[in-house]
Nanobody, 122 residues
Framework: QVQLEESGGDSVQTGDSLKLSCLVS????????IAWYRQPPGKERELLEI????????NFAAAVKGRFAISRDNPKHTVYLNMTELRPEDTGVYYC???????????????WGPGTQVTVSS
């Protein structure tokens, strides 16, 4: 059974940095792509960044390009989202997803973590 658990969310000030973690269990970690999404208050969930099974990061959201960086540690079964220069509009619940990535497209699975809250105050 696939399980994902996000952690690292916090309440911070504009310009601060945070590092989120996503621990994955129940799958052969090295074979999957993992994505970070966020859901701002009152809005739909949006795809931010993915990292392929071979460790190639791909950005899907212009708003975070150059500020957010995804990475993975295969022995630890963990994917990270390093967030810098945080802005109030980065506020939301951040989720990771286990899926697949092919021909430039990410295919989300039904496997989600419970999310971790990030709040950025001005």
């Amino acid at each position: 059974q696939v399980q994902l658990e996000e952690s690292g969310g916090d309440s911070v000030q504009t310009g601060d940095s945070l590092k989120l973690s996503c621990l994955v269990s129940g799958v052969y970690f090295n074979f999957g792509a993992i994505a970070w999404y966020r859901q701002p208050p009152g809005k739909e969930r949006e795809l931010l960044e993915i990292i392929s099974s071979s460790g190639v990061p791909v950005n899907f959201a212009a708003a975070v390009k150059g500020r957010f960086a995804i990475s993975r540690d295969n022995p630890k079964h963990t994917v990270y989202l390093n967030m810098t220069e945080l802005r109030p509009e980065d506020t939301g619940v951040y989720y990771c997803n286990w899926g697949s990535f092919t021909v430039g497209r990410y295919y989300a699975s039904d496997h989600w973590g419970p999310g971790t809250q990030v709040t950025v105050s001005s």
